[in-house]
């Protein structure tokens, strides 16, 4: 079955500082790979996603991921947060009939 | 853009009152799910439902719970007699297929605003 696992459940960076954010994960197929962000008191709203192809993926808000099979990650990055990218991030691998979530990135933005 | 809506956006109920939550997917899209975020935990699968049957449900779908898709557009969740621990944000999501269907299905789901129950 697939999974995903994110490391940290809460990460804190200075506006205009490097995001990572981790997942790993595992899938006895090629997986199909999301980031999801969820603002406060919002519903889920897609940032990026592998399918196959390129392993790198732009997303909207500035945002990119890697797939790296070797090391079964698809990190979330964004080269300078802004005030507005706090928020919760899920990452999420789909499986045969449905898709499964990590237990989520809390990101807060310090000015 | 189409979307998936969901009402209500909040609902408050005494413990043991049935609670039916509605959803309207997507319009082409053939498989529903629910998903459910209890307030600062990770979202949970709790079903998958397709060709008018459920697919795949979690463990936390119980005999408490239903799913129906009454008419060609809603797609319900039913809570027979809700719990206090069924106080949740509950997310409703399509997609065109889930697995398979070649290169245009990428298996992303559309998710609604979510209905957040309350139970008291």
């Known amino acids: 079955a697939q999974s995903v696992t994110q490391l940290g459940s809460h990460v804190s960076v200075s506006e205009g500082a490097l995001v990572l954010l981790r997942c790993n994960y595992s899938s006895s197929v090629p997986p199909y790979l999301f980031w999801y962000v969820q603002y406060p008191n919002q519903g889920l709203q897609l940032l990026l996603k592998y399918t196959t192809g390129a392993t790198l993926v732009k997303g909207i808000n500035g945002f990119e991921a890697e797939f790296k099979k070797s090391e079964t990650s698809f990190h979330l990055t964004k080269p300078s947060a802004h005030m507005s990218d706090a928020a919760e991030y899920f990452c999420?691998?789909?499986?045969?009939?449905?898709?499964?979530f990590g237990a989520g990135t809390r990101l807060t933005v310090k000015p | 853009e189409p979307e998936v809506t969901q009402t209500p956006s909040h609902q408050v109920t005494q413990m043991g009152q049935e609670v039916i939550l509605r959803c309207v997917p997507i319009s082409n899209h053939l498989y529903f799910y629910w998903y459910r975020q209890i307030l600062g935990q990770k979202v949970e699968f709790l079903v998958s439902?397709?060709?008018?049957?459920?697919?795949?449900k979690s463990e936390i779908f119980d005999d408490q719970f239903s799913v129906e898709r009454p008419d060609g557009s809603n797609f319900t969740l039913k809570i027979r007699s809700t719990k206090l621990e069924d106080s949740a944000m509950y997310f409703c999501a399509s997609s065109v297929l889930p697995s398979g269907g070649g290169l245009l299905n990428t298996g992303e789901l559309f998710f609604g605003e979510g209905s957040r129950l309350t139970v008291l």
């Open positions: 999420a691998v789909k499986g045969n009939n449905d898709m499964r």
């Open positions: 439902f397709y060709n008018n049957e459920i697919s795949e």
